[in-house]
């Protein structure tokens, strides 16, 4: 039985690719979203913390060169999280997500995760289709904004934003798709703050994104995010409070950068 299940998945994967691949060739003018933040190659490592107990892993890689969806430039970006083994007892992770992000407009074209968390797990597989603010799901096809963004590539295009003349407080807003639904969030600039880090310390932008409050998050304002002042904008720490507990997640190595690392100090 579950193999016929894995079967028909794998059939309707197929289809949805091919119905997309010949939509896509109309052609769109996406946007013009400037980015000098991140470029090919780039990974990111993370070191995730609960309470005081080394948890898990996250990894972050753009694929060293374009990946075309319906005939556009993309990157093609995975992120993977692996709670340690020593952890595992108490809670097993290993999520993977992937996005495919449009290199003109920074905004998703496709969208894949499969996940499994402890008991839970969840595949899903989406394709954005801007032009007719609609999308098409491997289990629903719905209407979206314009320019909607899934969280793994949120996360790549607030690195594009810019920010000389924000203030402390004012926000930026930031759909996103998750699971099946539409969340019309935002986030909020929190100024400059120094924070000491793997690498020394590092000059940071202080953010604090708008969360769904579900089965993880308690709160919307539970989370803080601390990005590297200088080009490349990386997500040095992010610390947030959680149903159980609460979750530090620290950068601990990078490769592939687009720019130098300026904000260390």
Request: hydrophobic share 35%; net charge positive; aromatic share 14%.
């Amino acid at each position: 039985m579950k193999t016929n299940i894995k079967y028909i998945a794998l059939t309707l994967i197929v289809m949805l690719n091919f119905s997309f691949t010949q939509k896509e060739n109309a052609a769109f003018q996406f946007r013009q979203q400037n980015n000098k933040a991140f470029g090919f190659g780039e990974a990111l490592t993370y070191r995730v913390h609960y309470g005081w107990l080394n948890a898990a892993r996250i990894t972050m890689k753009v694929d060293d060169t374009t990946v075309s969806v319906g005939k556009r430039p993309t990157y093609h970006i995975v992120a993977k999280g692996k709670t340690n083994k020593s952890f595992d007892w108490m809670y097993t992770v290993r999520d993977r997500f992937e996005s495919y992000l449009d290199t003109t407009g920074i905004a998703p074209l496709k969208y894949f995760k499969t996940v499994q968390e402890d008991k839970y797990t969840d595949t899903d597989l989406v394709y954005y289709d801007h032009e007719g603010k609609s999308l098409r799901g491997l289990k629903k096809n719905m209407e979206m904004p314009e320019y909607v963004q899934d969280i793994v590539s949120g996360t790549y295009y607030a690195r594009t934003i810019d920010f000389s003349d924000a203030y402390v407080g004012k926000t930026y807003p930031l759909d996103i798709y998750l699971d099946q639904k539409i969340y019309n969030l935002k986030f909020k600039y929190m100024g400059i703050e120094t924070i000491k880090s793997d690498f020394g310390k590092v000059r940071c932008i202080k953010l604090r994104p708008q969360l769904v409050v579900d089965r993880v998050f308690k709160d919307e304002d539970d989370m803080t995010i601390w990005v590297s002042d200088d080009k490349n904008r990386l997500p040095i720490r992010v610390k947030t409070d959680i149903w159980v507990g609460s979750l530090k997640v620290d950068l601990t190595d990078y490769s592939g950068l687009a720019n130098p690392f300026d904000a260390k100090l």
